[in-house]
Protein backbone atom coordinates (compact mmCIF):
# COMPACT_ATOMS: atom_id res chain seq x y z
CA UNK A 1 0.00 0.00 0.00
CA UNK A 2 1.50 3.46 -0.79
CA UNK A 3 -0.12 4.87 2.47
CA UNK A 4 -2.02 7.89 3.19
CA UNK A 5 -2.14 9.96 -0.01
CA UNK A 6 -2.88 13.89 0.45
CA UNK A 7 -2.86 16.60 -2.48
CA UNK A 8 -1.93 18.99 -3.25
CA UNK A 9 1.09 18.69 -1.17
CA UNK A 10 1.37 22.56 -1.24
CA UNK A 11 -1.25 25.50 -1.61
CA UNK A 12 -1.04 29.28 -2.12
CA UNK A 13 -4.42 30.91 -2.13
CA UNK A 14 -5.56 33.74 -1.30
CA UNK A 15 -7.80 35.43 1.76
CA UNK A 16 -11.80 34.81 0.63
CA UNK A 17 -10.64 31.70 -1.61
CA UNK A 18 -12.25 28.23 -0.85
CA UNK A 19 -9.88 25.87 -0.46
CA UNK A 20 -10.14 21.76 -0.80
CA UNK A 21 -7.65 19.68 0.51
CA UNK A 22 -7.68 15.98 0.03
CA UNK A 23 -7.05 12.62 1.45
CA UNK A 24 -6.84 8.74 0.89
CA UNK A 25 -6.20 6.41 3.27
CA UNK A 26 -4.99 3.08 3.70
CA UNK A 27 -7.09 0.38 1.83
CA UNK A 28 -8.99 -1.28 5.40
CA UNK A 29 -8.56 1.45 7.59
CA UNK A 30 -11.70 2.62 9.44
CA UNK A 31 -10.99 5.73 10.73
CA UNK A 32 -9.64 8.52 9.25
CA UNK A 33 -7.92 12.00 11.37
CA UNK A 34 -7.50 15.43 9.74
CA UNK A 35 -5.17 17.44 12.05
CA UNK A 36 -3.55 20.84 11.47
CA UNK A 37 -0.07 21.32 12.99
CA UNK A 38 1.19 24.94 13.69
CA UNK A 39 4.56 25.86 15.34
CA UNK A 40 2.07 28.04 18.18
CA UNK A 41 0.39 24.90 18.78
CA UNK A 42 1.15 21.98 17.48
CA UNK A 43 -1.07 19.23 16.43
CA UNK A 44 -4.69 20.05 16.71
CA UNK A 45 -7.00 17.13 15.89
CA UNK A 46 -9.89 18.83 13.74
CA UNK A 47 -12.10 16.00 12.85
CA UNK A 48 -12.14 12.25 12.87
CA UNK A 49 -14.57 9.35 11.24
CA UNK A 50 -15.11 5.87 11.46
CA UNK A 51 -16.73 3.90 9.05
CA UNK A 52 -17.38 7.27 6.71
CA UNK A 53 -19.13 8.75 9.73
CA UNK A 54 -17.89 12.25 11.67
CA UNK A 55 -17.45 10.97 15.09
CA UNK A 56 -15.69 14.00 16.73
CA UNK A 57 -15.55 17.39 15.19
CA UNK A 58 -14.98 19.53 18.30
CA UNK A 59 -11.62 20.46 17.02
CA UNK A 60 -12.96 22.17 14.06
CA UNK A 61 -12.30 26.13 14.39
CA UNK A 62 -15.28 27.43 13.18
CA UNK A 63 -18.34 27.47 10.26
CA UNK A 64 -15.60 28.19 7.59
CA UNK A 65 -13.85 24.46 8.03
CA UNK A 66 -16.23 21.68 7.22
CA UNK A 67 -15.06 17.91 6.27
CA UNK A 68 -16.79 15.12 4.28
CA UNK A 69 -15.99 11.58 3.80
CA UNK A 70 -18.32 10.35 0.82
CA UNK A 71 -16.72 6.64 1.31
CA UNK A 72 -14.15 4.23 2.84
CA UNK A 73 -11.40 5.66 0.12
CA UNK A 74 -11.62 9.06 0.23
CA UNK A 75 -12.40 12.51 2.30
CA UNK A 76 -11.98 16.73 1.89
CA UNK A 77 -11.20 19.02 4.18
CA UNK A 78 -12.84 22.51 2.42
CA UNK A 79 -12.08 25.78 4.10
CA UNK A 80 -14.57 28.83 2.83
CA UNK A 81 -13.41 31.75 2.73
CA UNK A 82 -10.02 31.02 3.93
CA UNK A 83 -8.10 33.50 6.28
CA UNK A 84 -4.31 34.09 6.73
CA UNK A 85 -4.42 32.38 10.25
CA UNK A 86 -5.40 29.29 8.78
CA UNK A 87 -2.08 28.95 7.38
CA UNK A 88 -0.60 25.43 8.45
CA UNK A 89 0.30 22.26 7.93
CA UNK A 90 -2.53 20.03 7.33
CA UNK A 91 -2.35 16.30 7.96
CA UNK A 92 -4.83 13.63 7.41
CA UNK A 93 -4.07 10.12 8.92
CA UNK A 94 -5.59 6.77 9.23
CA UNK A 95 -5.88 3.80 11.02
CA UNK A 96 -7.34 0.51 12.06
CA UNK A 97 -10.40 -0.23 14.15
CA UNK A 98 -8.78 -2.91 16.14
CA UNK A 99 -5.57 -3.88 17.54
CA UNK A 100 -3.87 -0.66 18.65
CA UNK A 101 -4.47 2.57 17.68
CA UNK A 102 -1.24 3.66 15.34
CA UNK A 103 -2.24 6.42 13.58
CA UNK A 104 -0.40 6.69 10.13
CA UNK A 105 0.24 10.17 8.98
CA UNK A 106 0.38 11.62 5.29
CA UNK A 107 2.75 13.89 3.75
CA UNK A 108 0.59 16.79 4.59
CA UNK A 109 -0.66 19.46 2.31
CA UNK A 110 1.67 22.91 3.23
CA UNK A 111 -1.33 25.76 3.10
CA UNK A 112 -0.21 29.75 3.14
CA UNK A 113 -3.22 31.80 2.79
CA UNK A 114 -2.24 35.26 1.66
CA UNK B 1 -6.14 23.08 28.03
CA UNK B 2 -3.27 20.98 27.56
CA UNK B 3 -3.78 17.77 29.07
CA UNK B 4 -0.13 16.65 28.07
CA UNK B 5 2.57 18.48 28.84
CA UNK B 6 5.63 17.83 27.27
CA UNK B 7 8.89 18.86 28.12
CA UNK B 8 11.97 20.57 26.88
CA UNK B 9 10.43 22.02 24.19
CA UNK B 10 14.32 21.63 22.37
CA UNK B 11 17.01 19.69 23.18
CA UNK B 12 20.65 19.59 21.66
CA UNK B 13 22.96 16.30 22.49
CA UNK B 14 26.03 14.99 21.20
CA UNK B 15 26.19 12.02 19.01
CA UNK B 16 25.93 9.03 21.87
CA UNK B 17 24.36 11.05 24.25
CA UNK B 18 21.19 9.75 26.06
CA UNK B 19 18.54 12.79 25.49
CA UNK B 20 15.90 12.51 27.55
CA UNK B 21 12.17 13.91 26.90
CA UNK B 22 9.49 13.79 29.51
CA UNK B 23 5.85 14.26 29.42
CA UNK B 24 3.15 14.47 31.92
CA UNK B 25 -0.56 13.87 31.75
CA UNK B 26 -3.67 14.99 34.26
CA UNK B 27 -6.76 12.45 32.94
CA UNK B 28 -6.44 8.83 34.76
CA UNK B 29 -8.75 7.53 32.20
CA UNK B 30 -5.66 7.60 29.74
CA UNK B 31 -4.49 3.95 28.66
CA UNK B 32 -2.15 4.45 25.86
CA UNK B 33 0.71 6.22 25.40
CA UNK B 34 2.34 6.69 22.13
CA UNK B 35 5.59 8.56 21.32
CA UNK B 36 5.84 9.65 17.28
CA UNK B 37 8.82 10.88 15.50
CA UNK B 38 8.70 13.75 12.48
CA UNK B 39 11.59 14.58 10.34
CA UNK B 40 11.69 17.93 8.13
CA UNK B 41 8.44 17.80 5.57
CA UNK B 42 6.90 14.37 6.97
CA UNK B 43 4.20 13.07 8.66
CA UNK B 44 4.98 12.12 12.33
CA UNK B 45 5.26 8.27 12.64
CA UNK B 46 5.15 6.03 15.09
CA UNK B 47 7.81 5.20 17.47
CA UNK B 48 7.41 3.05 20.44
CA UNK B 49 3.60 2.81 22.64
CA UNK B 50 3.14 1.43 26.15
CA UNK B 51 -0.06 0.70 28.08
CA UNK B 52 0.16 1.42 31.80
CA UNK B 53 0.30 -2.41 33.00
CA UNK B 54 4.13 -2.14 32.52
CA UNK B 55 6.78 0.83 33.33
CA UNK B 56 9.04 0.18 30.90
CA UNK B 57 9.06 -0.61 26.89
CA UNK B 58 12.10 -0.83 25.22
CA UNK B 59 12.55 -1.33 21.44
CA UNK B 60 16.18 -1.12 19.61
CA UNK B 61 17.51 2.13 21.33
CA UNK B 62 14.01 3.75 22.54
CA UNK B 63 12.68 3.21 25.28
CA UNK B 64 9.18 4.46 27.25
CA UNK B 65 9.85 4.48 31.03
CA UNK B 66 6.52 4.88 32.55
CA UNK B 67 5.35 6.32 36.16
CA UNK B 68 1.51 5.43 36.93
CA UNK B 69 1.24 6.70 40.38
CA UNK B 70 2.98 10.07 39.23
CA UNK B 71 0.97 9.79 35.88
CA UNK B 72 4.11 10.67 34.03
CA UNK B 73 5.74 8.89 30.67
CA UNK B 74 9.37 10.03 29.35
CA UNK B 75 11.13 8.95 26.49
CA UNK B 76 15.27 7.91 26.29
CA UNK B 77 17.11 7.56 23.38
CA UNK B 78 20.07 5.37 23.62
CA UNK B 79 23.34 5.97 21.71
CA UNK B 80 21.89 8.83 19.79
CA UNK B 81 22.91 9.60 16.48
CA UNK B 82 22.45 12.07 13.74
CA UNK B 83 19.80 10.10 11.75
CA UNK B 84 18.06 10.98 15.21
CA UNK B 85 17.48 14.54 14.75
CA UNK B 86 13.64 15.14 14.55
CA UNK B 87 10.69 16.51 16.60
CA UNK B 88 8.86 13.71 19.23
CA UNK B 89 5.60 14.39 20.12
CA UNK B 90 4.46 12.13 22.98
CA UNK B 91 0.33 11.92 23.07
CA UNK B 92 -2.24 9.95 24.92
CA UNK B 93 -5.52 8.41 24.24
CA UNK B 94 -8.31 7.54 27.06
CA UNK B 95 -9.85 3.99 27.71
CA UNK B 96 -13.66 3.89 26.11
CA UNK B 97 -14.59 1.67 23.28
CA UNK B 98 -13.29 2.74 20.13
CA UNK B 99 -12.29 6.50 20.94
CA UNK B 100 -9.47 6.92 19.34
CA UNK B 101 -8.60 10.94 19.56
CA UNK B 102 -5.10 11.10 20.34
CA UNK B 103 -4.29 13.98 23.14
CA UNK B 104 -0.59 15.39 21.98
CA UNK B 105 2.24 17.01 23.48
CA UNK B 106 3.99 20.19 21.85
CA UNK B 107 6.62 18.48 20.66
CA UNK B 108 10.37 18.30 21.29
CA UNK B 109 12.54 19.41 18.72
CA UNK B 110 16.25 17.55 18.90
CA UNK B 111 19.64 17.74 17.37
CA UNK B 112 22.13 15.13 17.93
CA UNK B 113 25.17 16.82 16.90
CA UNK B 114 27.58 14.66 14.77
Known amino acids: DAGVIQSPRHEVTEMGQEVTLRCKPISGHDYLFWYRQTMMRGLELLIYFNNNVPIDDSGMPEDRFSAKMPNASFSTLKIQPSEPRDSAVYFC????????????FGQGTRLTVV | QQQVKQSPQSLIVQKGGIPIINCAYE??????FPWYQQFPGKGPALLIA???DVSEKKEGRFTISFNKSAKQFSLHIMDSQPGDSATYFC?????????????WGLGTSLAVNP
Open chain 2, 91 to 103: AATPRAGNNRKLI
Open chain 2, 50 to 52: IRP
Open chain 1, 93 to 104: ASSFKAGNTEAF
Open chain 2, 27 to 32: NTAFDY
